[in-house]
C-alpha cells in the first residue's frame, strides 16, 4: 500500500517520482474492480486536490463516479463547488459511499444512482434524476467504460463485443439524448477516449473500436451542440492506475509492468487527470470544443 499524496497539485515535484513506479504485483480481480483490492493503492486526490471555485454553483453528473478517474473527477469538482451526481453499478456501492462523503465534506450536495447504463430506459431515468435532485445540470462527464482484454479475435464473443459497445458507445449516446434538453449556454459535456481510439493494441480489438467512436461522436455532437453555447470535449488517457486495469483490462503481465512503456515510465494517477476535466467543465475553456485531450505520460498516440 502506497501513501496518498498530500502535497496539492500546485506544488513543484518530480512528476517521475510523483507516485509508484513498475514493477507490481499480480493483482486480479472480478469485473468491475474494486479500489480496495489494488496494490498499490491508487491516488483520486482524496488528500491532495485543492480547489479555488473554479465550477461554483454547478451541478454535474459523472458516469463510473465511484472509482479511478471518476472518482478523481467528482472529488475535484466538489472542491471546486460543484454539486455532483454520480452513477455506478451496484456492486460497487462501498466505493460510491466513500465518493459521496468525499463530496459532502466539502459542504457540497451528492447524489447516488447506482445501475447498468446497458439500458436506454435508466439511462434516461438516471439524467431525470441527477437533474431533478440536483435542481438542473451544467456538467456531463461519461466516464464509466467496460475494457477486456482478448488475445484472439477467436476468444472475442459477441456478447462481449456487444456490451462493450452497449458501455462505451450507446450509453453516452443515451445520456447526452437524455441531457441536451436540460442543458442551457455554458454548460460542458466532457467524453472520456482513450489513447487506444488512435493506437489500438491488439488485446483490445473490441476496446479500441469503442474509443474510436468516443472521439468521432465528441466532434459531430460539438457541432450540433456549438450554436446553443454547449461544448463538448473528449479527454484521452494513456495507462491510469484503476480497477478497469487489475479487473480483466489487461493480461496479468502487463499489470506488473504497467506504464513502463511510457516515456515517464509509470502510469499516471487518476488525481493527475482530474484538473483536465475540471478545466474542460469550467468556463476558462470557452473556446474549447470538439477537442480531444491526451493525458499519457509522453505517449503521441498521434
Ligand atoms: P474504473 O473501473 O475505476 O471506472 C470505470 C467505471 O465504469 C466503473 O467504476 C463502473 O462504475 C463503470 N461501469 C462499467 N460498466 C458499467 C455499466 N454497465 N453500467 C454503469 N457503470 C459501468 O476505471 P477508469 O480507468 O477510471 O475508467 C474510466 C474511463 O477511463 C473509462 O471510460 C475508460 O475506458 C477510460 N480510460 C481509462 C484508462 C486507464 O488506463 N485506466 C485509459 C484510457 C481510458
Ligand atoms: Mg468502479
Not at 99 to 123: K, M, N, T, Y
Not at 191 to 201: H, L, R
Request: aromatic share 8%; with cysteine; hydrophobic share 35%.
Amino acid at each position: 500500500m502506497s501513501e496518498l499524496r498530500t502535497k496539492n497539485q500546485y506544488e513543484k515535484q518530480n512528476p517521475l517520482d510523483q507516485y509508484p513506479r513498475p514493477p507490481f504485483p499480480r493483482q486480479p480481480q472480478e469485473r468491475p474492480g474494486v479500489i480496495g483490492k489494488m496494490e498499490p493503492l491508487p491516488d483520486h486526490g482524496e488528500k491532495s486536490y485543492q480547489g479555488f471555485g473554479r465550477l461554483k454553483g454547478r451541478k454535474a453528473l459523472i458516469t463510473g463516479g465511484d472509482s479511478g478517474i471518476g472518482r478523481a473527477t467528482a472529488i475535484a469538482f466538489a472542491r471546486e463547488g460543484a454539486d455532483v451526481a454520480i452513477n455506478y453499478l451496484p456492486e460497487e456501492e462501498e466505493n460510491a459511499r466513500q465518493v459521496v462523503e468525499l463530496i459532502e465534506a466539502e459542504g457540497r450536495q451528492a447524489v447516488s444512482i447506482p445501475g447498468d447504463i446497458v439500458q436506454e430506459d435508466f439511462c434516461q431515468t438516471l439524467v431525470e434524476e441527477a437533474v431533478s435532485k440536483l435542481g438542473g445540470l451544467d456538467i456531463v462527464v461519461n466516464n464509466a467504460g467496460r475494457q477486456t482484454a482478448q488475445q484472439s479475435i477467436e476468444e472475442l464473443t459477441t456478447e462481449q463485443y456487444d456490451n462493450t459497445f452497449k458501455v462505451n458507445v450507446y450509453a453516452p449516446f443515451w445520456i447526452c439524448k437524455a441531457a441536451v434538453p436540460h442543458l442551457e449556454a455554458g454548460a460542458s459535456i466532457i467524453n472520456t477516449a482513450s489513447v487506444q481510439s488512435f493506437d489500438p493494441s491488439e488485446s483490445l480489438l473490441d476496446y479500441a473500436q469503442t474509443k474510436a467512436c468516443n472521439v468521432a461522436f465528441t466532434k459531430a455532437l460539438s457541432q450540433q451542440m456549438a450554436e446553443k453555447g454547449i461544448r463538448v470535449n473528449a479527454v484521452a488517457p494513456g495507462p491510469f492506475w484503476t480497477p478497469l486495469q487489475s479487473s480483466g483490462g489487461q493480461p496479468q503481465d502487463k499489470i506488473e509492468e504497467f506504464g513502463s512503456t511510457t516515456p515517464m515510465g509509470r502510469p499516471g494517477q487518476p488525481a493527475e487527470i482530474a484538473p483536465i476535466y475540471v478545466l474542460l467543465a469550467s468556463q476558462e475553456s470557452s473556446y474549447m470544443t470538439g477537442e480531444v485531450v491526451s493525458v499519457t505520460g509522453g505517449m503521441m498516440p498521434y
